[in-house]
């Protein structure tokens, strides 16, 4: 037991002990699951924090008298903590009771072969539509389709719990304009020819786990099937190795990258109408790859979608807006000072910088730096209120129409969510409904960007208006925008008064302190930085959850990280069905925005992130440990307060949160970007280096990449793509692979490869690691069969053969070797997905016999191939032994030692291959295998 919690638990001098983990329960003990009686009790495993109270609409000095009671933490009013409740002007919303916000995940789960019949599934529908208009973003529905009837770019600024990610794609689907409609297009021979464009809306999310879930959602608020029967239906998903697109689909999830992939068959997109970028604040590689690409779409000539308009809605909870408007806008309306490429870091969000300011000048108040004078006072009131007002530009919280009666002037809108009768034009009777709506709209049409005055040199005409649309209400940048305010419950904060050495012990005790003295209901979500420090918490909570007396809660403990399958990502965003059970979601970054994990109402917040770093210069991508950004903060905290007031325990001083960064850097400023310059090549980008996108990487990391590209055969002297870059971008595989694939169909040894490639990209880790020594000596016992001796590449090889010719029980066959069955399925999976492609390629004369197939195993010599075809992709990423036992990167001359977890670790090699490099206490390379060095030369 940790020690402090020990003390907390039963060794506090002077109080009764509160639900020991173990020893019998002292008399008069209260009951384990009341809260603690004293308002100001903010302690959490013996270790001071600092507590934020919910804002209040007036702030006065008289808060800070209670800040420091005896045995109580000190607590600081944090304007930030919650949100301003007048900034909550909704009286509708507030008269009716709060429901589950549509993103929870608790009605279809995984999608069945025999799922409910017609009947029930509208029932489910009716069952959902309440709770639907009464989401926030129900009240800017007009708005909404009013924004994109006269624009094609929609920036919408959706808070936590809006509901915008479920009923945007709702409110658009049946609009005129996403109509699929037959167009004459011109083709490569310079030939007219009629194509349809048009009658599906994309939604892309940053991860398989959201997009899922949210079509699983959508599809039964529209009372729509989602299986994979061949039913007919509205809603569908597609990620990577998993679609399920109904006939008929007219919203389709899917994953950034599934989308860019489309993009190489599809260029113009003519399968969409309409594409929605959802969570574009959290800037990927492949999000940015989206958004110039959209932005081409949108302001080219059209020809190649017969003229048809793709429109583009642009969503996130928290983005600077300033810097998308302007990077959306029609070329040459651009404010004055913008600069595209370069929007991170000089850009910021005004109510970002507002809310700052507000907070800062309350935290000075209750420490007493600040004298509490009626004008300091007064402008905590005024940066309250512009936060606000930067954020939505003056707008109200109600509907731009100011009632249904004045509905019809604009333009044609019905209440009927079909909008097929919708007319051009308003009846002559009602025009001065238009006018009455006019200053509103333009208000909201302003540029929030901050960047001063639009520049007044050679702009382009203004766009059109529809007929019955004043010339005025149209954006004269092409931008519409649209702000909604969010279903947040007041969230308290607390941060810790003193830094933090060990923040997994520091975890370990909030968690087990909030379990032991929060009521129920209310779960925890504890955001970590990665699968290891998630089982490793896990195993401890687990631990001290077999101690805890009857009186106590029990404790259901649920990882939460992108290598989990599916069906055990989709329970921890379940609720609990056991009683008197607690649910503790133990989870990445992955649970920060979209999908709302039910029955939240505490966070504990490490204010670590893992992220990927390139050093261009030494050619290595490393997984570092680093702070969060503000805006991830503030993301976090709002997960407590989705469905009820909640509290958010901060595991940094309010001190380290000021020095973290405004905003996450864009992970194409650090990281490799082969894929991003294949991916634009593959599109036609012939001059990747001006190639319009909001940040642009350095000249030298993009000139590594081409570099990189010619030496794998992908790129030629001229930078034009070869037909093997061609290949490599059609494979829906990191470009590394894709190029090894090609050359094992070249060298005879492609299905070995293939093999390989699908335990490499199966998501999670093949080989589980030993907790204890016993297991570690049970291991080294139960894996010889497997192992090899040229290292680990080889070693996945035999693993998936050996699995694969398991017939009797191959989930005993894993659990005997700890190698994890999900990812040896999932691997199944890719392998047969990349044989019918490679067959479909002509890289595979034809399909191989179906599993189980005895297991045969690599001769020395195919192993010797199979490692050559994997330097054709990895030349860069191979090292040769140095004289102290380590070893030297051949390109860069950095020192890397083999792994632990490495088959070879403990043996010298005159040379190595390594897949990946991380850096922890030292550099390491792993997924390592041994080669002759001599092979190096050869495969240059």
Not at 89 to 95: A, I, Y
Not at 461 to 483: H, L, T
Not at 602 to 616: E, F, H, L, Q, T
Not at 844 to 861: G, N, S, V
């Given at each position: 037991?940790p ?8 060794d ?51 808060a800070?008298?209670?800040?420091d ?7 600081q009013?944090d304007?930030?903590?919650a ?5 909550r ?7 009716k ?14 999608p ?7 009947q029930?599934?509208?029932k ?18 007009m ?14 600024t ?6 915008k990610?479920?009923q ?11 109509k ?36 699983q959602?959508?599809?039964a ?18 990620v990577?190795?998993?679609?399920c ?23 113009y ?5 309409a594409v929605?970028v959802?969570?574009?604040?959290e ?40 810097g ?15 600069e595209?490429?370069k ?25 007493g730096?600040m004298?509490?004078t009626?004008t300091k006072i007064a ?14 530009g003056?707008?109200s919280?109600?509907s ?49 960007s ?43 904060t607390l ?6 050495e060990?923040?997994?012990l ?23 930085t990665?699968?290891?420090?998630i ?15 009857n009186t106590?809660?029990?404790m259901q403990?649920?990882p ?21 059970t607690?649910k ?17 109402r ?15 210069h ?10 969060i ?10 997960r407590?307060?989705?469905e ?19 905003d ?8 490799d970007v082969l894929?991003?310059?294949?991916k634009?090549?593959?599109?036609g980008?012939?001059?990747v ?18 570099v ?24 829906p ?6 190029r ?5 169909a070249e ?14 990209t ?8 030993p907790?204890s ?9 139960n ?5 090899r ?9 035999t693993?998936?053969e ?18 994890s069955?999900?990812?040896m ?43 050559k075809?994997f330097?054709?992709?990895f030349i ?41 490099h ?17 092979w190096?030369g050869?495969a240059?």
């Open positions: 037991m020690e402090k919690v020990h003390k907390k638990f039963g506090e001098p002077g109080g009764s002990t509160s639900a020991p983990v173990d020893g019998n329960t002292s008399a008069g003990a209260p009951s384990p699951s009341k809260p603690s009686s004293t308002k100001g009790n903010a302690r959490t495993g013996g270790r001071k924090k600092l507590q934020v109270d919910k804002p209040k609409p007036s702030i006065d000095a008289k800070s008298k209670d800040s009671k005896k045995g109580t933490r000190k607590r009013a304007p930030d903590s949100k301003d409740e007048r900034a002007k909704s009286p509708k919303l507030e008269s009771p709060r429901q589950s916000d549509t993103k929870s995940s608790n009605f279809h789960g995984k069945q072969r025999q799922g409910p019949s017609a029930e599934l509208q489910i529908a009716k069952d959902l539509d309440a709770n639907r208009k009464n989401l926030p973003v129900w009240l800017k529905k708005d909404i389709r009013w924004g994109l009837r006269n624009h094609d770019i929609l920036l919408v959706g808070e936590t719990g809006s509901g990610s479920t945007i794609p709702q409110f658009l689907y049946t609009e005129p304009w996403c699929r409609e037959t167009v004459k297009v011109t083709n490569k021979d310079g030939k007219q020819v009629e194509v349809a464009v048009g009658g599906m809306i994309a939604v892309t999310q940053p991860r398989r786990v959201a997009a899922i879930t949210l079509a959602r959508v599809a608020e529209l009372g729509s099937p989602l299986n994979k029967t061949g039913e007919p239906g509205k809603v569908g998903y597609s990577r190795f998993d679609s697109v109904p006939p008929g689909t007219k919203i389709k999830f899917v994953t950034e990258g599934t989308l860019l992939q489309e993009m190489l068959t599809d260029p997109l003519r399968k969409y109408s929605i959802d969570e574009i604040h800037r990927s590689v492949d999000v940015d790859l989206i958004a110039g690409f959209l932005r081409q779409l949108v302001h080219g000539d059209k020809k190649g979608r017969g003229g048809a308009p793709l429109k583009v809605i642009v969503m996130s909870a928290t983005f600077d807006l300033g998308l408007e302007a990077f959306f806008s029609i070329p040459g309306t651009h404010p004055g000072g913008y595209p490429g929007n991170h870091g000089r850009i910021i969000a005004p109510h970002i910088l507002e809310q700052e300011k507000a907070r800062e000048l309350a935290e000075s108040l209750k420490t730096e004298k509490a009626e402008e905590i009131k005024v940066a309250e209120t512009k936060v606000v007002e930067a954020k939505i003056g707008e919280d109600e731009r129409r100011s009632s249904l009666e004045s509905f019809s002037s604009w333009g044609g809108f019905s209440e009927d969510n079909n909008g097929e009768n919708s007319s051009t034009s308003p009846p002559k009777d009602q025009a001065d409904g238009v006018d009455a709506t006019k200053n509103s709209i333009q208000a909201s049409n302003k540029s929030t901050g960047d001063g005055p639009s520049s007044t040199t050679a702009k382009p005409p203004k766009p059109k208006a529809r007929p019955g649309v004043p010339e005025e209400d149209i954006s004269e940048n092409g931008v519409a925008i649209e702000y909604i305010r969010g279903r947040q419950y007041p969230v308290e941060f810790d008064a003193d830094p933090i060990d923040y997994m520091a975890m370990l005790q909030t968690i087990l302190d909030l379990h032991i003295h929060e009521p129920l209901p209310g779960d925890i979500l504890a955001f970590l990665g699968q290891d420090e089982e490793s918490l896990k195993s401890q909570l687990e631990h001290y959850g077999e101690k805890l007396l106590v809660p029990k403990i649920m939460l990280y992108g290598s989990l399958s599916p069906a055990a990502q989709q329970a921890a965003f379940m609720k609990v069905d056991q009683r008197f607690r503790i979601v133990l989870a990445t970054n992955i649970a920060e925005t979209s999908v709302t994990v039910a029955g939240v505490y966070v504990v917040d490490c204010g670590k992130v893992k992220v990927k770093k390139y050093r261009p030494l050619g290595m991508e490393s997984l570092l440990v680093q702070n950004s503000r805006t991830s903060a503030l993301q976090r905290m709002g407590a307060g989705r009820a007031k909640g509290k958010c325990h901060r595991i940094y001083t309010m001190g380290e949160l000021k020095e973290f960064d405004e996450e850097c864009p992970e194409i400023l650090r990281c894929e991003a310059v294949l634009m090549k593959a599109r980008v012939d001059d280096l001006n190639f319009p996108l909001m940040d642009m990487p350095d000249s030298h990391t993009m000139q590594k990449a081409l990189h590209l010619y030496v794998m055969g992908a790129l030629d002297l001229e930078s034009q793509l070869t037909k093997t870059g061609k290949m490599m971008a059609s494979f595989l990191p470009a590394v692979y894709g090894v694939v090609i050359a094992a060298a005879g040894c492609l299905l070995e490869t293939i093999d390989i490639v699908a335990c490499l199966s998501d999670s880790e093949v080989f589980l690691q907790k020594e016993e297991q570690n000596e049970a291991i080294k016992e894996r010889n069969d497997i192992y001796r040229e290292g680990d590449i080889i070693t996945l090889l693993t998936i050996r699995y694969a010719s398991e017939a009797t029980d191959r989930k005993a066959w894993c659990e005997k070797r700890f190698v069955p999900r990812a399925k999932l691997a199944l999976d890719i392998r047969k997905q990349l044989r019918q492609l490679c067959h479909k390629f002509k890289l595979l004369d034809e399909m191989p016999p179906p599993d189980p197939q005895p297991f045969e195993p690599i001769t020395p010599e195919m192993a010797e191939t199979v490692l075809t330097l054709k992709a860069t990423k191979t090292a040769v032994l140095a004289d102290d036992g380590g070893y030297n990167t051949t390109y860069g001359k950095q020192k890397v030692l083999i792994h632990p977890s490495s088959v070879l670790y403990g043996r010298k090699m005159e040379a190595i291959l390594f897949l990946e991380v850096y922890t206490t030292k550099n390491y390379a792993k997924k390592i295998s041994a080669i002759q060095a001599d190096i050869e240059v």
